[in-house]
T-cell receptor, first 109, second 114 residues
Framework: GQNIDQPTEMTATEGAIVQINCTYQTSGFNGLFWYQQHAGEAPTFLSYNVLDGLEEKGRFSSFLSRSKGYSYLLLKELQMKDSASYLCAVTDSNYQLIWGAGTKLIIKP | NAGVTQTPKFRVLKTGQSMTLLCAQDMNHEYMYWYRQDPGMGLRLIHYSVGEGTTAKGEVPDGYNVSRLKKQNFLLGLESAAPSQTSVYFC?????????????FGAGSRLTVL
């Protein structure tokens, strides 16, 4: 079966750095997405990786290793507004999106 | 530019009642999707549409029906609601299928079935 694993919850301190991991086992691979979802709101697109390596976008970076079936989202200089759930999703060989359950990130002052 | 709009935002139903969720997008997107989101689980695809007049089943289609009579609208129907359909429903749209297919989501519709 297809599976995406992320930690359920993480806690970090304002101003610090946090890394949210995502491992996947899917039938084929056509890209990996990270979405941010604040409580009670819609998911919004953060990043997309299809090749190995690091993609940097301001305070957020996303890394992909296709051989290891592994990605992480790195958030720097954490702000209180970063408190949200972070969803990892993979596009499989049929271009179907497979979603992880999400990681709830709690930022403490 | 409204993006993706869902109505209603909240609804309480009794078991056996029917209802329709409406999704409208103003981005001229070809693809539209209905997902449900439950605690501890990833988003699960109910039905989707690759263009006006077309619909297809997703991962969890049972108990739901959909219609896409106009390109901008995608309706999700529950013919006979069950408590297991208590969930948050998200509509999304995208330009098409590809690896880099970014979805734009609506704000969600919270449905409770008693």
């Amino acid at each position: 079966g297809q599976n995406i694993d992320q930690p359920t919850e993480m806690t970090a301190t304002e101003g610090a750095i946090v890394q949210i991991n995502c491992t996947y086992q899917t039938s084929g691979f056509n890209g990996l997405f990270w979405y941010q979802q604040h409580a009670g709101e819609a998911p919004t697109f953060l990043s997309y990786n299809v090749l190995d390596g690091l993609e940097e976008k301001g305070r957020f970076s996303s890394f992909l290793s296709r051989s290891k079936g592994y990605s992480y989202l790195l958030l720097k200089e954490l702000q209180m507004k970063d408190s949200a759930s972070y969803l990892c999703a993979v596009t499989d060989s049929n271009y179907q999106l497979i979603w992880g359950a999400g990681t709830k990130l709690i930022i403490k002052p | 530019n409204a993006g993706v709009t869902q109505t209603p935002k909240f609804r309480v139903l009794k078991t056996g009642q029917s209802m329709t969720l409406l999704c409208a997008q103003d981005m001229n997107h070809e693809y539209m999707y209905w997902y449900r989101q439950d605690p501890g689980m990833g988003l699960r695809l109910i039905h989707y549409s690759v263009g006006e007049g077309t619909t297809a089943k997703g991962e969890v289609p049972d108990g739901y029906n959909v219609s896409r009579l106009k390109k901008q609208n995608f309706l999700l129907g529950l013919e006979s609601a069950a408590p297991s359909q208590t969930s948050v429903y998200f509509c999304a749209s995208s330009t098409g299928v590809s690896g880099a297919n970014v979805l734009t989501f609506g704000a969600g519709s919270r449905l409770t079935v008693l």
